[in-house]
């Protein structure tokens, strides 16, 4: 009879797709340090080895060879052995891709567990790249490269779904989306004894989404008992997703340990030390046994002498069981701040380039985008106040003006070495207040900026029309046309377009940045705004990457509010209290460019549009008879209809928009990118003339004779059904 307390480690890591370098060196180091914590069994992320996002690399046999390799190198260093790893790499067996887990001990290894669930929904497509693994509780021989028969002394490993059995416990691995599906493997594992379990994970962030992966973290062990190791990779790894962390230990469904969910830490290492008896007793008080007894799933064990917890650890008095916390959630705010600012550090130390230059207009898009780059800069100020090596290497090699090797002492310093505004005015539409906004902002938060306006290239470029043709266009407030109206306006927008890049290119040459460099330019465009299409195509909305793409202006404003005390920049205040324009067109004193009216819709109105449309998965026609229903107080169902019908129609002649979309973090469930996340076609049939269109009317018709008739038969303000 062993010990009954086990130490064990669940680990995030910051891992970069194809950066096998980095991978081992963050692998190596977690490892090193949940022995140092005392782990025996230590469990890392999905595909931890090649990195999550490495996508369509899947296909290549580079990719597989380099996971081997690199595998080659943890079973044969020997700062990691005396603990059990569990890791995460892309593994072929018999010519077909898996996404696996390798099971190891002392150089050896004991299992390699094919994934059995594949996430292929929204943001994941696993079954693109590789197979399930089909034959539940069954194990084929895998037969190893060469490179590994050596090292393993033997020619084949077990390959499939088994347990492995220690002298004192039983534990199985489950990846990812394995977790989600409604009969998860830790449920027969369980049932077939198995105590602690093992789940390595590549889940994003999403505005308020981690309640719900508690939850059902949570859930795994509170039925049947257990222990749950849960660890999530973190950071942005080469592509649109922020992994947020949060590797967790439960044990019987309550959380023992939990990481950060947003930090810049590459390496995080959770641990806990947890009691089996525990378990053990659990599971006689609940109604499992007779299940269990006559389950018909029996797992192969795999068996290893190493022991989870060492008889003579019983004795050490240090060690003392993890008590029970209580999850940690972030507010909305916090969470803009924090998963954007971690987001756009990891993006612009991994890209090599000098900063970020930002366009800002004097509304409140291109301030929240400001403000996140700000709330980057005290992110990683604050890492640097700790003594993070890492953050500390990364901001001496992109931050160089005050020379090398002298760090920034404030937020707004680090801001003011790596982050530019511009104000791109026309001295005809722009407003005092807009560019005062501006300055004022980029006061408080210390960036380099940069106000000018772009008058005279627009008069170059509307020159360009009058002398080659004669005509001359002008402004609808002018009297021109609907078509010389949306040039105008486009051509102001595109040449802001072209001067933020060129400024991107020069300013760090003209600030004399030792190396000089380039700044990535970010974009401002919101999740409503794109979805409805209310942008020029190749205007400022194109950029380099865009923070708030995916966020809506319901959150951005709360963020905003929130910022003005938790970052004290009371200025803030001034863009919340502001009318929200795009001041493309000329101001007179009748007439003021205003979003809202110029959409057609308020933005909380596209927020409910855009979820109805991707999250609730409804056309025109299902739109608008769930409308009808919830928004009755507001408007009535003919109201309901034109609304629907112009959202429909405005999101179809705009969907080609969505194809350039800048790339923006995602944030939304509802987000309209078509690039990854969204795909639909981008040039639909007129929806105005359309079937669904039709039958709107049709339903509408008939909405309007059923409460016309109950109006007039029972006297009281009908319900419609
Ligand atoms: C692992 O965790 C993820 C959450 O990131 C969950 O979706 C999945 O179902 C879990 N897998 C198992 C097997 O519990
Ligand atoms: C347009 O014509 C005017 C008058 O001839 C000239 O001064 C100007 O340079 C021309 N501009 C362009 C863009 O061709
Ligand atoms: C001019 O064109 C722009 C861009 O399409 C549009 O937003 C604006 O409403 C138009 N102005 C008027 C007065 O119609
Ligand atoms: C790359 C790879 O795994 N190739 C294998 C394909 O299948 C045949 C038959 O099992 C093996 O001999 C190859 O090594």
Redesign the pocket.
């Known amino acids: 009879m062993g010990g009954h307390l086990v130490t064990v480690a669940a680990c995030s890591l910051n891992q970069w797709a194809l950066d096998w370098e980095g991978n081992l060196e963050r692998i190596v180091e977690s490892i090193r340090r949940a022995k140092a914590a005392g782990a025996r069994l230590r469990v890392g992320p999905e595909l931890e080895i090649s990195g999550y996002m490495a996508q369509d690399h899947f296909k290549e046999q580079d990719t597989f060879l380099h996971s081997l390799e690199v595998l080659a190198r943890i079973l044969t260093d020997k700062s990691c052995y005396d603990i059990i790893l569990d890791l995460g790499l892309p593994i072929q067996h018999r010519n077909v891709s898996y996404n696996c887990r390798v099971i190891c001990y002392n150089s050896k290894i004991l299992l390699i567990r094919p994934k059995q669930f594949l996430a292929s929904d929204l943001n994941y497509r696993e079954q693109r790249w590789f197979l399930p693994w089909s034959k539940p509780r069954q194990t084929e021989d895998y037969h190893l490269p060469r490179m590994l028969q050596k090292i393993q002394g033997a020619t084949h490993v077990p390959f499939g779904d088994a347990l492995i059995s220690s002298p004192d416990t039983c534990f199985g691995a489950e990846t990812c989306e394995e977790l989600f599906t409604p009969n998860a493997p830790t449920i027969s594992m369980g049932l077939d004894g198995a105590e602690v379990f093992t789940n390595s994970s590549a889940s994003h962030w999403e505005i308020q989404k981690l309640d719900t992966r508690i939850k059902l973290i949570c859930e795994a062990t509170r039925k049947s008992g257990g222990v749950y190791l849960y660890a999530n990779q973190k950071g942005g790894d080469g592509d649109r997703l922020y992994f947020d962390g949060c590797s967790m230990i439960i044990v019987n469904g309550d959380i023992v340990a939990q990481g950060s969910q947003f930090s810049l830490d590459d390496v995080e290492v959770v641990t806990a030390t947890v009691d089996l008896e525990e378990v053990r007793a659990y599971r006689s008080g609940i109604s499992r046994g007779y299940q269990a007894v006559t389950s018909l799933a029996k797992y192969q064990r795999i068996q290893t002498d190493f022991e989870l917890s060492p008889e003579e650890e019983e004795f050490d008095i240090t060690k003392r069981r993890s008590a029970v916390i209580q999850p940690r959630y972030h507010s909305v705010e916090e969470e803009i701040a924090l998963a954007a600012g971690c987001y756009l550090w990891d993006y612009l130390r991994r890209s090599g380039q000098a900063g970020y230059l930002a366009p800002l207009s004097g509304g409140i898009d291109s301030c929240a985008t400001a403000t996140i780059v700000f709330s980057m800069c005290r992110i990683v100020m604050q890492a640097v106040k700790e003594g993070n090596p890492q953050v500390i290497e990364d901001v001496k090699r992109v931050a160089k003006y005050k020379g090398e090797n002298v760090l920034p002492d404030t937020p707004q310093e680090l801001c003011n070495q790596i982050f530019s505004t511009i104000y791109m005015g026309m001295a005809t539409m722009s407003s005092a207040e807009t560019r005062k906004r501006a300055k004022d902002l980029a006061e408080a938060i210390g960036s380099y900026h940069i106000d000018l306006n772009i008058d005279d290239v627009y008069n170059?470029q509307k020159?360009?029309i009058?002398?080659t043709t004669g005509f001359d266009p002008q402004f609808k407030v002018h009297g021109g046309s609907y078509q010389e109206n949306i040039t105008l306006q486009c051509l102001q927008a595109r040449i802001r377009m072209v001067t933020a890049y060129e400024f991107g290119q020069i300013l760090s040459t003209t600030r004399g940045r030792p190396g000089g460099g380039s700044l990535l330019v970010l974009g401002s465009a919101n999740v409503g705004e794109s979805l409805r299409g209310y942008l020029t195509k190749y205007d400022c909305s194109s950029a380099d990457i865009n923070p708030i793409g995916s966020i809506d202006k319901s959150d951005l404003k709360r963020f905003i509010k929130w910022a003005v005390k938790d970052f004290d920049i009371p200025c803030l205040q001034e863009f919340l209290d502001a009318t929200p324009t795009a001041e493309l067109e000329p101001i007179t004193s009748e007439y003021v460019q205003a979003d809202e009216a110029d959409m057609g819709f308020t933005y909380d109105e596209l927020t409910v549009l855009g979820r109805l449309r991707k999250e609730v998965k409804l056309g025109p026609f299902g739109m608008f008879q769930r409308l009808v229903h919830d928004w009755s107080a507001d408007y009535t169902p003919a109201q309901v209809a034109e609304k629907t019908k112009r959202f429909h129609h405005f999101y179809a002649i705009n969907r080609h928009k969505m194809t350039t979309l800048t790339p923006s973090l995602h944030a939304q469930p509802y987000s309209p990118d078509d690039n990854r996340f969204d795909l639909r076609p981008f040039l639909y049939p007129p929806f105005w003339k359309s079937w669904s269109f039709k039958r709107i009317d049709a339903e509408l018709e008939r909405i309007e004779a059923t409460m016309a008739k109950k109006k007039k038969d029972g006297g009281v303000e009908a319900e419609i059904d």
């Open positions: 170059a020159a360009l009058v002398n």
